[in-house]
């Protein structure tokens, strides 16, 4: 079945999701490294994630 695609314009999405990301995200402390980063993700600069090593990270 058709769906509609344009029954909100862009301009009144944005507005409507204009304040979605005013706040802060939630960080955390990396176990290994001590960097904030995102919960629930690999860590970026150390790339440990539960304590192991999950990405290959060049330094
Ligand atoms: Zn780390």
Same mark, same amino acid.
């Given at each position: 079945?058709?769906?509609?695609? %344009?029954?909100?314009? @862009?301009? %009144?999405? #944005?507005?409507?999701?204009? @304040? @979605? @990301?005013?706040?802060?995200?939630?960080?955390?402390?990396?176990?290994?490294? #001590?960097?904030?980063?995102?919960?629930?993700?690999?860590?970026?600069?150390? #790339?440990?994630?539960?304590?192991?090593?999950?990405?290959?990270?060049?330094?």
């Amino acid at each position: 079945m058709a769906v509609q695609q %344009r029954r909100v314009t @862009h301009s %009144r999405k #944005g507005m409507r999701r204009s @304040h @979605h @990301h005013l706040e802060e995200p939630t960080l955390v402390a990396c176990k290994q490294c #001590g960097k904030k980063n995102l919960p629930h993700r690999v860590c970026k600069s150390c #790339g440990y994630y539960k304590n192991k090593s999950v990405l290959a990270i060049e330094s």
